[in-house]
């Protein structure tokens, strides 16, 4: 068990980094004027933070998620159920 709770405790690690790196990506798009047109530059600044978004989610559901219904002897069950039981 103190194993799972290291894991976890190194994925909460690895998640608040992400969430670090898409908070920087956030606010470099925060204030871009959507109506004035994209050059590539800023293109770029919101793929980036499109993928970091998705890339946090996954870790929350995949990692986070499933590793606390393994602590807390859940079956895993589908992405649904895990969100479903958070």
Do not use: P, W
Request: include cysteine; hydrophobic fraction near 40%; aromatic fraction near 4%.
């Amino acid at each position: 068990m103190n194993k799972l709770f290291a894991i976890l405790e190194n994925d909460l690690s690895e998640l608040q980094k992400a969430a670090d790196i898409l908070n920087y990506s956030h606010n470099k798009c925060i204030g871009v004027d959507l109506m004035s047109g994209l050059d590539q530059d800023t293109l770029e600044s919101f793929e980036a933070l499109t993928s970091r978004f998705a890339r946090l989610s996954d870790m929350l559901i995949q990692k986070i998620l499933r590793t606390i219904d393994i602590i807390e002897l859940e079956t895993s069950g589908t992405v649904r159920d895990r969100i479903d039981r958070a």
